[in-house]
C-alpha cells in the first residue's frame, strides 16, 4: 500500500474515534467517550512510526500514560494482556 493510502486511512480512523468520542460525550455515555479519548491519537501516532519519528515503544508509553491519566490503566492491562496472547498464538 503506498504511503498516501496509509496515510488517508489513519486520518479516517482518527476521525472517527474523534467522533465516538464525541458521541460519548454527547450522550454521556462515559466507557465510550473515555475508550475513544484513549484510543484516538493511535493512528497518528502509528503514522509517524512509520516514518522513522518515533518508536513503537514511544507510541506504548504515549498510550500508557494517558490510560494512567483517564483511569483506565487497568482496562489497558487487560487489553495489551489479551492481544499478547492472541498475536503469540496467531503468528505473522
Known amino acids: 500500500m503506498d504511503m498516501p493510502t496509509r496515510r488517508i486511512l489513519y486520518r479516517l480512523l482518527y476521525y472517527t474515534l474523534v467522533e465516538i468520542r464525541e458521541e460519548g460525550y454527547t450522550s454521556k455515555n462515559k466507557v465510550v ?6 484510543m484516538h491519537r493511535i493512528p497518528l501516532q502509528i503514522e509517524r512510526m512509520e516514518r522513522g519519528e518515533i518508536s513503537p515503544e514511544e ?3 504515549s498510550l500508557q500514560a494517558h490510560a494512567h491519566e483517564k483511569g483506565f490503566e487497568e ?3 487487560r ?3 489479551d492481544e499478547t496472547k492472541f498475536v503469540q498464538s ?3
Open 79 to 81: 487489553a495489551i494482556k
Open 75 to 77: 482496562w489497558l492491562k
Open 59 to 61: 507510541v506504548m508509553q
Open 33 to 38: 467517550f473515555h475508550l475513544a479519548d484513549l
Open 90 to 92: 496467531n503468528p505473522v
